[in-house]
């Protein structure tokens, strides 16, 4: 089974000495991708190759990069993406300060995604501009600033989603074609109702719904959302209200109770995914039985 990603398996540039993240996944069980925020100063180093595919997204700018030690310097501004494949050295030099979001993902998450006849090989770019994984990122940098151990799922998708992206759009052969899609049979999706509800109260990694599907995360995401109409994460969060109403209509247990029982992280983000979806309260929710 995957273990954590952590800092040992980034390419060392986070190890600079002058970087000290902002925010961080260690520690959180994230086994698809490492994200680390952070503010850089001006340096020229050179790094030993790594196991894991390098993106990093320019928060601020115009900065001058420079890569391979030689060449001229590229202006990158904010928005804009550093991307090294898994496997290479690297040399770099930055020229002025700049805050950065890394995302480190390994191959084999990237090909997961893909589900391409090959294996993908990613390109090494400089400057490129990509909103939809530029939103993703954005979107990751927001789920840990505010994380909670029920975002799990989500956390999954996100990153099945950004390898997705890489793959298809950021391979040296050029953009590769979606495969064909198709939905989920009756007897895999059934499987997967029964583990959410099982584990309604736990983090279910994205991993282990497809694995009862049979399938690879990518494709499972992708067949789920054709049966369903909704996302993985999106779906067990409405299995969570859903139950959660439920109790509240029907039992005496205390709202705190609730909200771990169906896998809400405490009381308040219980009122604030209530109040997100259905523009009601917990309280409410009990006073109307």
């Not at 005496?252 to 896998?263: M, Q, Y």
């Amino acid at each position: 089974m995957p273990t954590e990603l952590g800092l040992a398996d980034t390419n060392g540039i986070l190890r600079q000495p002058w970087i000290r993240p902002d925010r961080t996944s260690a520690g959180l069980g994230w086994d698809q991708l490492y994200l680390s925020t952070q503010h850089e100063l001006p340096y020229r180093s050179s790094f030993a190759a790594a196991d894991t595919h390098l993106l990093i997204l320019h928060l601020n700018g115009p900065v001058t990069v420079r890569r391979g030690g030689r060449g001229p310097a590229h202006p990158v501004p904010a928005g804009a993406f550093f991307l090294h494949p898994a496997g290479r050295e690297l040399a770099v030099e930055l020229g002025g300060e700049l805050d950065t979001v890394h995302a480190y993902l390994p191959d084999r998450v990237i090909q997961q995604a893909t589900d391409a006849e090959q294996p993908v090989e990613l390109a090494e770019e400089l400057g490129t501009v990509d909103p939809l994984a530029e939103q993703l990122i954005l979107t990751l940098d927001g789920v840990l600033r505010q994380w909670e151990p029920t975002a799990r799922t989500y956390v999954d998708h996100l990153g099945g989603l950004l390898a997705a992206q890489l793959g298809r759009r950021h391979s040296v052969r050029g953009p590769v074609s979606d495969s064909a899609r198709s939905g989920l049979s009756d007897r895999q999706l059934s499987a997967v109702r029964d583990l959410m509800a099982a584990r309604l109260a736990e983090p279910l990694p994205l991993a282990e719904l497809a694995a009862v599907a049979g399938l690879s995360v990518s494709q499972f995401t992708r067949r789920f959302k054709a049966t369903t109409g909704e996302a993985p994460h999106r779906f067990l969060i409405r299995l969570r209200v859903d139950q959660a109403c439920r109790l509240l209509r029907t039992s005496d247990l205390p709202i705190a109770r609730v909200a771990t029982h169906c896998g809400f992280s405490h009381q308040e983000h219980l009122s604030r995914v209530l109040r997100t979806r259905l523009n009601t309260t917990p309280g409410a929710v009990r006073r109307s039985r």
